[in-house]
């Protein structure tokens, strides 16, 4: 019986999760758009599951800041906005930039392979214009020094600013000439972590983040 209830248990937290990251991706995606009402027996049908996840995901929504409880209205999409996306695109510049210079001391040889594979990809991407496969190979690029850094909570922190921002980060990466721009500067990260120079490393990733906040701030304008 014991094990029976456990199983339930593990049943309910996986649907939860999955209902949780279904609303948060198309919250993020611009399904949803900000000032939105989520209902939860329209979400219940469209997802297939009962309204109790819903409302369950819909609280961690919440809790994230991606919607806003009203009375007598209901839950209201929030999303990310523009001031958002700014702020945090100032902050991964300041730590992302720690990323890459602890990746610049610790990465290992293994690591180091997947990172110029990644670089590889990209560049074979570019070329071919491939938007889809280039944003998979510039995440993966970056995803590569967050776990070269070898720290846990700087992992989570910045998975979790390029998950929040990615319909930005795909907005910019697919024009053509950014994308060009952004493959020179992983080359050029990539090179100051192959030579070991971690001070060099951190000074051109923030670079780079810089320029793609100022590109992705023209295209907005």
């Known amino acids: 019986m014991a094990k029976i209830e456990m199983d339930l248990e593990n049943i309910n937290h996986s649907l939860r999760g999955r209902v949780f990251n279904q609303l948060q991706n198309d919250i993020l995606n611009g399904k949803y758009q900000p000032g939105e009402s989520l209902i939860e027996t329209k979400l219940s049908e469209e997802l297939g599951v009962s309204r109790t996840p819903i409302r369950e995901a819909i609280r961690q929504l919440e809790l994230e800041g991606l919607v806003q409880s009203i009375p007598n209205k209901g839950a209201i999409v929030t999303g990310i906005s523009t001031k958002d996306i700014e702020d945090i695109y100032t902050i991964r510049m300041m730590i992302e930039g720690l990323a890459a210079r602890w990746a610049a001391e610790k990465i290992t040889p293994a ?25 998979k190979f510039d995440s993966r690029f970056h995803d590569i020094i967050f776990k070269a850094s070898k720290s846990k909570p700087l992992m989570h922190t910045l998975s979790s600013f390029h998950h929040y921002i990615q319909r930005a980060r795909n907005a910019s990466l697919s024009s053509p000439e950014r994308a060009r721009k952004a493959l020179e500067e992983h080359k050029a990260i990539l090179k100051a972590i192959v030579d070991k120079e971690p001070e060099k490393a951190e000074a051109l990733i923030i670079e780079h983040i810089r320029n793609a906040s100022l590109n992705l701030k023209r295209e907005n304008r």
Do not use: I, P, R, S
Request: charged fraction near 45%; hydrophobic fraction near 35%; avoid cysteine.
């Open 111 to 135: 690591e180091l392979e997947e990172l110029k594979e990644a670089v590889d990809l990209e560049e074979f991407y570019t070329a071919k214009n491939d938007t889809e496969h280039l944003m």
